[in-house]
């Protein structure tokens, strides 16, 4: 990306100074919680995105799962052999973290399109913005859901039974949901402004997709390093597909996913603060 | 009780290199009529000022049209009204519920059955699902589309999705209603129903705001009147006298 001149790089930090007050923060906030009761629109658009793609096609959605089964079972059979993995343990374990990386990756990618996508709309009507990132998050959720039902072919095939455990995948689905609403505002307010953004994103999930910890297990590499522990994919990933493996993640999982989601969460509204007004001038 | 307060309202778009951000086509319609600056203490970064330093106060009952050549600032106006834009500088406070009436094809899904769009049109209005359905009958009686309502929008000629996004966009009951241009409508005689939708429709709304490039319009429908030229209000006062004015600044144009 070309770098900034200086000049704006300016304009933009005295924004955030000036802009960042009390009556700013309250509206952001009100923005994200007055978005979220609009449900009934995004919870409509979210539907309709999905409904859309796969309009008069005859699995309709289920694309979706069977391409999601297509992918697992080709890595699989290909990464099991090259690792010289038992495919009994292999599949589940990379079938899991697949779903949950696409999931997480393609919120990502949409993300940065949550704004610059709606810009008709944002023009149009006076609404809460946060109704965008709450259609990305959403329509990510029904194509995850998809997606389980590939998991739950191969857990079968496979007789992984994960136990009690399995419920804690619920609070970390949520987890994940609560990251996926920074990651979209944030990456879509970002977008908005800078539009190398969304193609730099792109780029970048899919090395962080090869560096994180789905299609190879931590241990083996010969040392746990901190490729793994500082990854916050890793995190991500893990906290999710250890309850639907049987196992429970371990607390630097959890530790982790907390400490993103407040980070996250507080970058995001500094920003969104600081920047909120501007988008409806960005798009 | 309605009302409309601007003060101070300065609206400025920034207009970033090319190189930077591929949006120049957009800024140029944006901005044509504004007043283009340097932003202070910037070589590159300019800013078009498309409201400057506006004030204007409505009030319950006042039925506004504004005026002014293209890019004057009025669908910026319109825009910071309804609560799209907010200002660099100034304060808007604005009572009441408004509904924009710029673009009313707009959120129309073609691949959509048109009872589908109702349902979709309505949840852009912000209106709830029950609300709609129990509108659905009304609008669907209106739009005399009869069958067509169950297949998709793409079957549609213009006219009859003008219809259905008029019926569906008149069928809320806003405090405020703010149009950009007037809402043609199909044929002839749909017109003439349109008409009497309309009036009614605008009967219940406590304030209107119409900018028009139509006199006749803005005659017919508009007791008051602000003149806008490159951001900046010229005039406000009484439809007949602004209009006057309107009709002198084009002369002065011409001439």
């Given amino acids: 990306m070309e770098p900034e001149p200086h000049t704006q790089d300016s304009w933009l930090w005295s924004q955030l100074q000036a802009s960042v007050d009390a009556v700013q923060f309250r509206k952001a906030l009100r923005d994200v919680g007055d978005g979220g009761k609009r449900w009934p629109l995004w919870g409509h658009m979210g539907l309709h995105d999905i409904r859309q793609r796969y309009r008069r096609s005859m699995l309709g959605p289920f694309w979706i799962t069977v391409s999601m089964g297509v992918m697992v079972t080709a890595l699989g059979l290909l990464y099991g052999r090259i690792f010289k993995l ?23 990618t949409d993300g940065t399109r949550a704004f610059t996508g709606d810009e008709g709309f944002i023009r149009q009507i006076a609404a809460p913005l946060s109704i965008h990132a709450y259609r990305v998050v959403w329509s990510n959720l029904i194509i995850l859901g998809h997606n389980v039902l590939i998991y739950l072919v191969v857990a079968v095939w496979f007789q992984v039974n994960p136990g009690w455990v399995l419920l804690l995948a619920l609070p970390a689905l949520c987890l994940l949901v609560l990251n996926g609403m920074w990651i979209s505002l944030f990456f879509g307010l970002v977008s908005a402004r800078f539009r190398d953004i969304p193609l730099i994103v792109s780029s970048l999930v899919q090395v962080v997709f090869f560096i994180t910890p789905v299609i190879w297990k ?28 049987g196992h429970a993640p371990s607390w630097e999982n959890w530790l982790g996913v907390a400490v993103i989601t407040v980070i996250g969460w507080s970058i995001t509204l500094l920003f969104y603060t600081a920047y909120r007004w501007r988008i409806a001038y960005w798009v | 009780m309605a009302s409309i307060r601007l003060e101070h309202v300065t609206v400025a778009f920034p207009i970033y290199d090319a190189a930077s951000r591929s949006l120049k086509k957009r800024l140029v319609s944006a901005a044509v009529g504004g007043e283009i600056q340097l932003e202070p203490g910037s070589t590159r970064l300019s800013v078009v000022q498309a409201l400057d330093d506006v004030s204007l106060a409505f009030d319950h009952g006042d039925r506004v049209g504004l005026v002014g050549h293209n890019g004057a600032g009025k669908t910026t106006l319109l825009r910071v009204i309804a609560g799209i834009y907010e200002p660099v500088r100034g304060q808007v406070r604005v009572e009441g519920q408004t509904a924009p009436l710029f673009d009313i094809t707009f959120g129309m899904d073609p691949e959509s059955t048109g009872y589908e769009n109702i349902l979709l049109r309505g949840l852009f209005l912000g209106l709830e699902r029950k609300a709609i359905r129990e509108r659905a009958e009304e609008i669907a009686e209106f739009t005399e589309l009869g069958r067509f309502l169950d297949l998709p929008l793409r079957t549609y000629s213009a006219g009859m999705r003008m219809r259905l996004a ?13 149009v950009d241009e007037g809402i043609g409508a199909g044929d002839a005689a749909f017109l003439a129903k349109a008409n009497r939708r309309l009036q009614e429709f605008t009967g219940k709304a406590a304030i209107i705001v119409l900018a028009s490039h139509s006199e006749q319009l803005i005659c017919s429908m508009c007791d008051k009147a602000v003149l806008m030229q490159q951001g900046r209000v010229l005039a406000t006062g009484d439809a007949e006298e602004v209009l006057r004015m309107y009709r002198e600044l084009k002369a002065a144009d011409l001439g």
Avoid: C, K
């Fill in chain 1, 86 to 108: 038992d495919l009994q343990d292999y599949l589940p374990y990379l079938t899991a973290g697949f779903v949950i990386w696409g999931f997480i990756a393609n919120l990502t």
């Fill in chain 1, 218 to 245: 931590p241990a083996m590499l010969p040392e746990r390093t901190l490729l793994v522990d500082a990854n916050p994919f890793y995190h991500l990933v893990e906290v999710m597909r250890g309850p639907l493996l």
């Fill in chain 2, 166 to 178: 008029f019926a569906v966009s008149t069928s809320i009951e806003p405090d405020i209603l703010l």
